[in-house]
Every structure is written in C-alpha cells, then in structure tokens.
C-alpha cells in the first residue's frame, strides 16, 4: 500500500468554480500536512499547513484533514486561471525524518 | 521572507563525472532534506539530515550520493559518478521542528548526457 495516494488528474475547471483536491494516507502516525502547489519546473511551493485534525483557512484556500478516515483535502474557492498548477500533498510523521508526497493533481482553470 | 536558497539552478555534466548541488537552508532551520523529481514524475524522497547526521535515506539514495554539511551553513548533496538516469531536479528543503512547514528551494536542474 502507497503511503499516500493522489488522483493525478488532469481536473479541468471553468475560471469561478469551486475545486476539491484529495488525498488519501495510510499511516496514522502522520501529524503534518501540508499542500503544495507547483508550477512547471519550479520548486514546489508550500500552500497550506495542518497540524492533525481539522480545517485550516487562507483566504480562497481551505484545508482539511480527516485522521479518523485519513482523508486530507484542499478547496479553492472561486478558482482563478492562475490556479493553474499542480497540487501536491505532503503528509509527515512527528519525528520529521520524512515528508512523503502524492504524485500531484493537475488543475486547469479555465477563463 | 526567509527562503532556501540552491546552487547551482542548472549544470550540465557528462556521465560518470561528480556533481555537488548546494543548499542555504532557513536560518535557525535544523532539518534538511534533499528530494528529486524526474520531468513528469512525482516528488521522491533522497535523504534527511540533522544534528550533522542523516536520520533516513531511501532506496534511491545508494552509495553513489553522499550528503554533508561542511561549514554549518551550506548543505550539499555530492552525486559521484553521474548516470544518465540522474538527470532530474533536484530541490533542498528545511524545517523548523516548532511549526513542522517544510520549505523548498528551487531546485538544480541536473542535466547528465
């Protein structure tokens, strides 16, 4: 089983919608998560930042993380062609040796 | 706003040449990180660092790599004896352990021919 699993996309949305990206984790001794969000050959470039249960606001940018069902999510709200990236989650365990990524979902936000 | 810095952005070597890609990590950031990412694929784990030693390394990262940090603030990554397969970009990350937000820098774009 992956430690963390990511539907790669490509998700293709109407400049204004509302997305929801996901990812599923196997370990329950993950206590950070984060969401990335890349651009082509940039480095990746931290979003969001959850420490164990709950939601996390950031203007249009709203995170989740479910540990009982270790489901995280990430919502933008009214999304913007500039959205347009790639989406990593980045769950990790407390005694920070190892960060572990999904493979990313492609988001195209279409004007 | 702080960041992590990485040199060189770019460097093009020959096969079986030794490459070493730098990193400035955050200030008072005690957790370093290198991860690669070959074009088109997802972001994989190399190595972590602290207290001057690594505490994981993954299967990828073979005795071919080697990991130090010289002069307390630079850390690197030396890649002995390049192979094609290597060709990839490489980013450093840090961490301070009171928030657990991991930081990328840039990354070195390793092109081996």
């Known amino acids: 089983q992956k430690e963390v699993e990511q539907d790669p996309g490509p998700l293709s949305v109407p400049e204004g919608a509302i997305v929801s990206l996901n990812c599923t984790y196997s370990n329950s001794a993950f206590q950070y998560f984060m969401w990335y969000r890349q651009y082509s050959r940039n480095g990746p470039e931290l979003l969001m930042y959850t420490y164990s249960s709950g939601n996390k606001e950031d203007g249009r940018f709203t995170a989740q993380v479910d540990k009982s069902s270790k489901y995280i999510s990430l919502f933008i709200r009214d999304s913007q062609p500039s959205d347009s990236a790639t989406y990593l989650c980045a769950p990790g365990g407390g005694n920070f040796n190892k960060f572990y990524f999904g493979s990313g979902t492609k988001l195209n936000v279409k004007p | 706003e702080p960041e992590v810095t990485q040199t060189p952005s770019h460097q093009v070597t020959q096969m079986g040449q030794e490459v070493i890609l730098r990193c400035v990590p955050i200030s008072n950031h005690l957790y370093f990180y290198w991860y690669r990412q070959i074009l088109g694929q997802k972001v994989e784990f190399l190595v972590s660092?602290?207290?001057?030693?690594?505490?994981?390394k993954s299967e990828i990262f073979d005795d071919q790599f080697s990991v130090e940090r010289p002069d307390g603030s630079n850390f690197t990554l030396k890649i002995r004896s390049t192979k094609l397969e290597d060709s990839a970009m490489y980013f450093c990350?840090?961490?301070?352990?009171?928030?657990?937000?991991?930081?990328f820098g840039e990354g070195s774009r390793l092109t081996v021919l």
């Open positions: 660092f602290y207290n001057n030693e690594i505490s994981e």
């Open positions: 990350a840090t961490t301070d352990r009171r928030t657990g937000e991991l930081f």
